[in-house]
């Protein structure tokens, strides 16, 4: 076979692989409706699935119960000195990026998001808005780029299914804000995903379609981003 064909083929063999692909870096975080997500069941293949010539990092750390105080390290009160932000849970998002990454190169980067219930409940909804946009810069800074996508789990209604003023409907109200604010940032319902019972955790058919649904919107940003 002369020189030219081998080239050829080689090169043709090199476009059907993914070696010719990208890689994209997806970070989960938050409290405990993520720390209930498996991400293998749902989310690891579906964006594996969407995005079958590339390569996906699949990074997440989550602790229930958490207020966003732990990863955002300008966190405010919205009265008085209040408790102080320590961003340690953000330390330790980081430090499982880093493992998870190696020294790998990315193409792009998503974060996902699902937290909130804590801050509604110690009546911080109100800056919960500030405080969420100011976590996604702090990512986006740390990491050296402007280019981070990002997706929010919007707090389930089993808490308070009245439209009316509340800090979780505050807090519900503040992550579709940040998502629409943002040309790189998107949210999901997650209203359905909690069984019968209508609990505050999801049941394990939920965390599946949790899961979809965020790789889903995630690979949707991606795209758009091209």
């Known amino acids: ?3 030219i064909l081998l080239i050829s083929l080689f ?17 989960l975080s938050g409290q405990s409706n993520m720390a209930g997500l498996n991400p293998a069941i749902s989310f ?10 590339d390569e996906c990092i699949v990074v997440k750390s989550a602790k229930g119960g958490e207020p966003i105080r732990r990863w955002y390290k300008a966190w405010k009160p919205a009265k008085g ?6 961003g340690a849970l953000y330390g330790r998002l980081m430090t499982a990026v880093k493992k998870g990454v190696g020294d790998k190169k990315y193409d792009t980067v998503t974060f996902i998001w699902m ?3 804590r801050d509604a409940k110690e009546r911080q909804g109100e800056v919960y808005e500030k405080s969420l946009a100011g976590l996604v810069k702090q990512l986006s800074d740390d990491l050296g780029r402007d280019d981070v996508n990002f997706v929010i789990g919007r707090l389930s209604d089993c808490m308070n299914k009245n439209p009316g003023k509340s800090h979780w409907m505050e807090v519900r109200k503040a992550q579709v804000a940040v998502a629409e604010k943002n040309p790189r940032g998107a949210w ?3 209203d359905d995903l909690n069984g019968p019972k209508d609990a505050l955790h ?6 599946a379609e949790l899961g ?15």
Do not use: C
């Open 44 to 53: 690891t293949p579906t964006v594996k699935k969407l995005l079958a010539r």
């Open 202 to 207: 999801y049941n394990k058919e939920g965390y």
């Open 115 to 117: 937290q909130g219930e």
């Open 1 to 3: 076979m002369k020189p």
């Open 188 to 190: 999901v319902d997650t």
């Open 212 to 226: 979809k649904r965020f790789a889903e919107k995630a690979v949707e940003l991606v795209k758009k981003g091209k």
């Open 81 to 86: 000195d209040g408790p102080k932000a320590d």
């Open 11 to 27: 090169a043709t063999l090199l476009a059907g692989s993914s070696l010719w692909g990208k890689t994209h870096l997806f970070i």
